[in-house]
């Protein structure tokens, strides 16, 4: 399966993992084992302030897309997981330096990424050349951490409003 960004211009990620910079990559396998659940929905319903409201109102319709691959209310986050990484909101357990290439042909599996693993039982040993970091595990679990996130708009919110409503 190919994941959305790189199916939707594999030539284009192709070039960017090819390029002489590191990369983080966040693969299908992680995103879709990380998920916000019914009960994570409803903290953000339940909440005072208006930006997690809203946003428990939008996940609504990505849960209802994914019930039908995951047979239950739940979605994978995964741009949000991918810029938590990022910014150090959680962190990676298992992430080896390796190669990556793209199948850009155009055959069923155009857009698929292809990692070299071949150092899965040997602690990944270094791949001379490699610049893509592939994130295959995370350390500890990233929907409490986003729902955190997300429920502390509200606080910063109205605490904002009232500091500039006070100013003014």
Not at 119 to 142: I, K, N, S, W
Request: aromatic share 6%; hydrophobic share 45%.
């Amino acid at each position: 399966m190919a994941e959305a960004n790189i199916a939707n211009d594999p030539e284009a990620a192709a070039a960017v993992l090819a390029a002489d910079w590191n990369v983080t990559l966040v693969p299908l396998d992680v995103t879709m084992a990380n998920v916000l659940e019914e009960s994570h929905r409803q903290d953000l319903l339940a909440s005072s302030g208006p930006v997690p409201r809203a946003l428990g109102e939008m996940l609504g319709y990505y849960f209802r897309f994914y019930e039908g691959q995951f047979g239950r209310a739940c979605s994978a986050m995964h741009d949000p997981l991918a810029a938590a990484l990022a910014v150090g909101g959680v962190r990676a357990a298992v992430a080896p330096v390796v190669h990556v290439d793209v199948d850009t042909t155009d055959g069923p599996r155009r857009g698929q990424t292809v990692c070299d693993l071949r150092g899965l039982y040997l602690d990944y040993p270094e791949q001379p050349g490699a610049r893509c970091r592939v994130v295959l595990e995370l350390d500890g679990d990233f929907a409490p951490h986003l729902v955190e996130t997300l429920l502390s708009f509200s606080e910063s919110t109205t605490a904002g409003a009232a500091v500039g409503a006070t100013a003014v």
